[in-house]
């Protein structure tokens, strides 16, 4: 069997980490501002690790 390996690069957060640093920017935002760009890039960041997470649990799933 062999596994996949993971891209070199800069470590992308999990999805709870992701989904923390969004509650902190919606809690914390000023003047009832909405920073809609780093809304934007959380929220991919969030999708992305909840998609990877979702998969990795598929994969143990299916495993024999």
Known sequence: ??????????????????NEAIRHLVET?????WPSAAYEFL???WASASHAETAGIAEVAAAP
């Open 29 to 33: 935002r000023v003047d009832d501002e």
């Open 1 to 18: 069997m062999y596994s996949t390996l993971r891209p070199a690069g800069p470590a992308r957060p999990s999805a709870a980490e992701a």
């Open 43 to 45: 929220l991919e960041q």
